[in-house]
Nanobody, 120 residues
Framework: QVQLVESGGGSVQAGGSLRLSCAAS?????MGWFRQAPGKEREGVAA???????RYADSVQGRFNISKDNAKNTLYQQMNSLKPEDTAMYYC?????????????????WGQGTQVTVSS
């Protein structure tokens, strides 16, 4: 059993930046960030494997950067040039594969979420 704890959410104005962190209690193979806005389905934002290879949703490509410190079992997401449409609850997820998936059902472990609100 792996526990995931997110931090770093908050409220910013459009164009601002935030950095999310996710501390894992144990070893993780594949990790990702998802988000869910009110009334919408949870969607994949970014994913990373143990070698550091990444995948991004088109909507955040070039603005978000996912990274991982394997020694600390900690996942990060740097979010720049934030837009109001990025407003959502952001969740950290971990699983055993396949790599770089944006399918919710692939991931075995989920954090409690951290709210990101971007105002115009």
């Amino acid at each position: 059993q792996v526990q995931l704890v997110e931090s770093g959410g908050g409220s910013v104005q459009a164009g601002g930046s935030l950095r999310l962190s996710c501390a894992a209690s144990g070893y993780t193979y594949y990790m990702g960030w998802f988000r869910q806005a009110p009334g919408k389905e949870r969607e994949g934002v970014a994913a990373i494997d143990r070698d550091g290879d990444t995948r991004y949703a088109d909507s955040v490509q070039g603005r978000f950067n996912i990274s991982k410190d394997n020694a600390k079992n900690t996942l990060y997401q740097q979010m720049n040039s934030l837009k109001p449409e990025d407003t959502a609850m952001y969740y950290c997820a971990a699983g055993y594969g396949p790599a770089h998936s944006f399918r919710v059902g692939v991931y075995n472990y989920w954090g409690q979420g951290t709210q990101v609100t971007v105002s115009s």
